[in-house]
């Protein structure tokens, strides 16, 4: 009984050994070649990690990339070094270019008043003639301006010092308004340009004793669809007797 079963596991060990599937052996009767392919434009990790499937798998067969220097070696049978060469010609190509953003974001001042030395560019006029119309301020006067560049994807900060005297206050280096904004999730859209969140926001200075002064923080945030070249009004926000009007263009 012992050796019918010492033969029976004999047995069963020669099928397991059968079914286990072999690992690919150098075949002796074709050789490797080696080649170095430098990537132009593309990341050279990510082009291995491709066509790395392409490669024989056979022993003796390598793929090594070195970063530094965008190199990619490859050892292998002649055609799956072709393959390999061929995939690397198809994906190492600049990626497409992406197109600039050109924002330009205006701040005016709105007050019943006549505004100190105030003016407002002529490109503003027809924003101007509109807020006279739907706001209960009749003058007008440029806060600040500035004109800043981005690309889709990115998002887009800026702050500044603006000028105090449109807001009856005495310019004071050492208390000066500082202003800020930041745009988030810009996107272009077959019409122009979407701007998921666009906040902005203004410390003014208050003297509340003497000549201490505390800062009072002014703002709003929004998201924003701006067409091609169009000025659009995208907040306002009063201080005091005053109104602060954001105004934003964006150029493709």
Known sequence: MKRIVIMLLLIASAAFAQDKPKEPEYNTTREFRSKVFEIQNRDPQRVAQ????????????????????????????????????????????????TP???????????????LPNASVPEELEPVV???????????????????QRSKPGISVRGSGVAEASLLGMTPNQERPIFYDYAMTSVAISETGVDIERFAFSMRVPIVVKGTEATYQNVGFETPVSVRDKEKVVIGTTTMGDKALVVVVTASK
């Open 50 to 97: 491709t066509i790395k499937l392409l490669g024989s798998g056979f022993k003796g067969a390598d793929l090594s990339v070195n970063s530094e220097l965008k190199t990619i070696t490859i050892r292998d049978f002649p055609e799956n070094l072709a393959a390999m060469e061929e995939a690397i010609k198809r994906l190492d190509k600049p990626a497409a270019a």
């Open 100 to 114: 600039d953003i050109e924002f330009k974001i205006s701040v005016l001042i709105g007050s019943k008043t006549p």
């Open 129 to 147: 003639k509109q807020l006279r119309s739907t706001l209960r301020y009749s003058h007008y006067g440029m806060l600040t301006a500035t004109v």
